[in-house]
Every structure is written in structure tokens, then in C-alpha cells.
């Protein structure tokens, strides 16, 4: 593992199996709702193996050495990617830290995906609300997608002009 940053307490590193069935086990309230309205019935290992399965880059966020969530991103065509991620509770008592933690990430995953381009359930505001931390945009309408409604982000790097 690494740290994110000098004097951090979270540290990066490549998710273990375990690491997956831990998130899966203490899984945050707020991510399995958003699993249960996408795929109803499927257990949440599944769907976040299946993530993992279709990322090009997966991370995980360690906080004094214990995997607090896992992140990534599949890509859909060339410079384009759906970021993804899911937490443990953990993550809740320390929002701030992961917030800018993520934020963080994100910008290092962008050097592969400038576009990062998704859906966020309208029922999620903790979700709502780091994806805005984040820098995300949001279209103002709404689209049923499942159960729920969802709003459609996207993260774009914007081009360096001239130091600007």
C-alpha cells in the first residue's frame, strides 16, 4: 500500500479477494440500496466482482491498514470511464477524509480516463453529495433506471491553457 498523501492516513492499494468480501460483509446502507435497485436479487459480492471484473483499474482505500472502500472504473470507449465504488461503514464516520481522499484519486485516474461519465441514483444523497465534492456536473433531468431515478454526472478534465 501507499499512501495517498505525505502525513495521510489513507493509504491506496490493489483490493485483495478478501478485501472484496470484507467491503461485501459491512457493506454502507446507502451502496446497497443503489445494488438492490440496479440488481435486485443478485448478492452484493456479485455485482462488486463484476465491477472488478470489467475495470481497467481498481483500487482500494486503506485506513490504518483496513480496506474502507473499493473504486473503479470500466472503461466504455477510449478516454471514457464509468467510475465506481462502494464502501464500508467506516467510510460514514470519516466522510471528509474519504471525500478528499477520493478526490484525490479520482484526479490520478483521469490521467487514463479524462471523461468520467455516470449515473447517480436521486435517492443517494450521500452518494449525490461526494460525486458533487468530486467535481462532478449533473444534468438536471432525471431518468428512471430500475427502481429508482437517477441523474447523469459526468467528471471532465478541463485543458491546461496556458497555466490557466
Known amino acids: 500500500m501507499t499512501l495517498l498523501e505525505s502525513g495521510s ?3 491506496i492499494g490493489i483490493p485483495t479477494l478478501s478485501d472484496v468480501d ?3 460483509a459491512r457493506l454502507r446502507e ?7 435497485g440496479l440488481h435486485p436479487g443478485k448478492p452484493v459480492r456479485d ?11 481498481v483500487y482500494g482505500l486503506y485506513r490504518n491498514d483496513r480496506i474502507q472502500a473499493i473504486l473503479g472504473v470500466i472503461p466504455i470507449v477510449a478516454g471514457v470511464g464509468i467510475p465506481w465504488v462502494v464502501g464500508t461503514g467506516e467510510v460514514d464516520e470519516a466522510p471528509l477524509l474519504f471525500a478528499r481522499s477520493s478526490h484525490r484519486l479520482l484526479s490520478m485516474l483521469q490521467h487514463g480516463f479524462p471523461v468520467l461519465d455516470t449515473w447517480i441514483c436521486a435517492r ?4 449525490m453529495h461526494w460525486h458533487q465534492w468530486c467535481g462532478f456536473e449533473f444534468d438536471d433531468e432525471k431518468i428512471r433506471i430500475g ?4 441523474f447523469h454526472a459526468r467528471r471532465i478534465v478541463k485543458e491546461n491553457r496556458g497555466g490557466k
Request: charged share 30%; proline share 0%; glycine share 4%.
Open 9 to 11: 492516513s489513507i493509504a
Open 22 to 24: 470484507f467491503v461485501a
Open 30 to 36: 446507502s451502496d446497497r440500496m443503489d445494488m438492490e
Open 47 to 57: 455485482i462488486i466482482m463484476g465491477d472488478v471484473e470489467y475495470s481497467s483499474l
Open 124 to 127: 443517494n444523497t450521500k452518494s
Open 147 to 150: 427502481r429508482d431515478d437517477y
